[in-house]
């Protein structure tokens, strides 16, 4: 079994930066990949962006030149950088972990998921 646990949220004015962070911790095999989902009151839960033990990632259109993955393979810690937040990136930002190595947009692909941080962006 892995754990993830985000941390990092909080409130930002409009134009401002955040950074999230997830780290995975226990069995964590050799190929995994990571991502950031988003979710609002009574909507799916949202693409971010993605990255894998290959250091290959994906990042969803809508926040392309924004938000930026990386990941530190060493401390099993993935971080979700976010840039010239808008009001309407307000959400819980969930971190997921995935037993495969392909990056998938799919929820369910994910294996493992952490309780979600609170991300509000004020105008």
């Known amino acids: 079994q892995a754990q993830v646990e985000e941390s990092g949220g909080g409130l930002v004015q409009a134009g401002g930066s955040r950074r999230l962070s997830c780290a995975a911790s226990g069995r964590i095999p050799s190929a995994y990949a990571m991502a950031w989902f988003r979710q609002t009151p009574g909507t799916e839960r949202e693409f971010v962006a993605a990255?894998?033990?290959?250091?290959?990632?994906f990042t969803a259109t809508s926040v392309q030149g924004r938000f930026f993955i990386s990941r530190d393979g060493a401390k099993k810690t993935t971080y979700l950088q976010m840039n010239n937040l808008k009001p309407e990136d307000t959400a819980t930002y969930y971190c997921?972990?995935?037993?495969?190595?392909?990056?998938?947009?799919?929820?369910?692909?994910?294996?493992?998921w952490g309780q979600g941080t609170q991300v509000t962006v004020s105008s």
């Open positions: 997921a972990l995935s037993n495969r190595g392909t990056i998938m947009i799919q929820p369910g692909w994910y294996d493992y």
């Open positions: 990255v894998n033990d290959a250091d290959n990632t």
